[in-house]
């Protein structure tokens, strides 16, 4: 049995549906929902009325490339929008070795600049510009010479005219290998999604294989990282010991312009479907929606099988899309954050199509919610108040009638993240992650802010606390 300081009480409060409850947690399990509860417990938590929900989880987030940007310069909109802006922030950039960039889009600088261009920007120390697909890095003449003195080039160096032009594609390991950097700790973040009500996170970085998991294990085991992890990634990460984190889908990248071989798209999704394991295809574009589609319709879909992102989703996608059984993990924040963009860079007959969200949950499509961390906003509840709005950062609608409720765009954050059809509850037995609100949902569905959060609860454990701050520490939270 567990003891005391083994126990925690939430008093009096307000559960999905209207209930109120009080709720004991003993040993990371709910172990009672009622009124009146023996308050023995060494911690108790007075409600007074506020929403406990399930923890939140974060169904597709990068989270060593949202540890790095913590030391890294944003450089793409909507705070950089051209040369000058970006000239002054690489200027600010702390320290005096590598300056890493993070952000960038070709309508900063035309383009995408090659070595000699950025050294007009940066010259007197070496520059890494992560383009904000997270697919590309941009690297001054500094940076080229640097990582060239002590290692061959990558194949993912492009060449041109018989020099290389700096642009640098689907090479993070090798970078991370010449660098000669090591996984960052998670410890900040952590924090940060706790702040936000987050117990959860599915990490979709496409290179996850044995040596990331054992960082994430290591992380996990000494309370470095709060939440629980479900890693996806390589093939390879099936073969790596399963302690502190689940395994995930084996992730598949598209990128439009470099499409892999059709028939080695089948052979990756045949091989994930071997070992059990869905995969997640990644789909910014129709032309990445197309390809994933029908090489999921020649290998057959298995449950779990998901798209990332569905950036553009035409009514026949949606159909394909319900047909082979498949759940789509959604951005909805994108459209606020990068909205305006959308609007002058893709063509209007597809603006109806951008980030769906009704529509494909009328569909009966399985939905569930994800940042893409550190390419967008990390706070889940962002990106609930663009769910319902559909409103760009200068003000413009995009797709009114891909709107959801707030309840529905909590939802997204409740998915089960091995089941996108199921979700999680507050109730007995089930684990112990939990997120409570100063207010009833009544009020906190017309905020959908974080500033509501004051509880935050994983695996048992109190990882974010405000109720017993005074007012001064609740405002600086």
């Not at 950089?80 to 702390?94: G, H, I, M, S, Y």
Request: charged fraction near 20%.
């Amino acid at each position: 049995m567990a003891r005391p300081k083994d126990r925690l009480l939430i008093r009096d409060a307000e559960l999905l549906g209207g209930k109120r409850a009080d709720v004991l947690v003993v040993g990371g399990r709910i172990a009672g929902i009622g009124r009146g509860l023996p308050d023995d417990a060494q911690q108790v938590r007075e409600a007074k009325g506020g929403l406990l929900l399930p923890g939140l989880h974060d169904h597709h987030v990068h989270l060593a490339g949202l540890a790095a940007r913590r030391h890294s310069v944003w450089c793409g909109p909507p705070q950089v929008e051209d040369e000058a802006t970006l000239r002054e922030v690489l200027a600010q950039a702390p320290g005096s070795g590598w300056i890493r960039g993070l952000g960038y889009h070709e309508s900063v600088l035309s383009g995408l600049p090659d070595a000699r261009a950025l050294d007009l920007l940066v010259a007197d120390r070496p520059l890494r510009l992560q383009h904000r697909s997270g697919r590309m890095w941009l690297l001054n003449s500094l940076a080229l010479d640097l990582l060239l003195a002590e290692n061959d080039p990558s194949p993912g160096l492009e060449r041109g005219n018989g020099c290389f032009t700096g642009r640098l594609f689907n090479a993070d390991e090798w970078l991370r290998a010449a660098l000669g950097s090591n996984p960052p700790d998670f410890s900040l973040v952590s924090a940060e999604l706790a702040s936000f009500g987050v117990t959860g996170l599915t990490d979709m970085t496409p290179q996850n294989g044995p040596a990331m998991a054992a960082h994430f294990a290591g992380q996990r085991e000494n309370g470095e990282l709060m939440q629980s992890v479900m890693l996806a990634g390589t093939l390879d990460l099936a073969h790596a010991l399963q302690t502190g984190w689940a395994l995930g889908p084996v992730k598949m990248h598209l990128h439009e312009a470099n499409l892999p071989p059709f028939d080695d798209a089948v052979a990756l999704i045949r091989q994930a479907h071997e070992q059990a394991r869905a995969v997640a295809i990644h789909c910014v574009s129709e032309v990445e929606l197309v390809f994933a589609l029908a090489a999921l319709e020649e290998v057959g879909a298995m449950i779990g099988d998901r798209i990332e992102h569905a950036s553009v989703t035409a009514p026949g996608h949606i159909a394909q899309i319900t047909d082979l059984g498949l759940a789509v993990c959604v951005q909805p924040h994108f459209i606020f954050e990068r909205g305006d963009r959308y609007l002058l860079d893709v063509e209007a007959s597809s603006h109806p199509h951008l980030y769906r969200l009704a529509g494909l949950s009328a569909a009966g499509i399985p939905l569930a919610g994800g940042s893409d961390a550190p390419f967008a906003s990390v706070d889940p509840w962002s990106a609930m108040r663009s769910a319902v709005s559909r409103q760009t950062i200068q003000g413009s609608i995009i797709g009114a009638s891909e709107a959801l409720s707030p309840e529905a765009t909590l939802a997204l954050s409740l998915a089960d993240p091995t089941d996108f059809s199921r979700q999680r509850e507050v109730r007995e037995g089930t684990p112990a992650d939990l997120c409570l609100l100063s207010r009833p949902w009544s009020q906190a569905r017309e905020r959908l802010t974080s500033e509501d959060v004051v509880l935050t609860v994983a695996s048992g454990q109190i990882v974010y606390d405000l109720i017993d701050q005074t007012p001064v520490q609740r405002g600086s939270g």
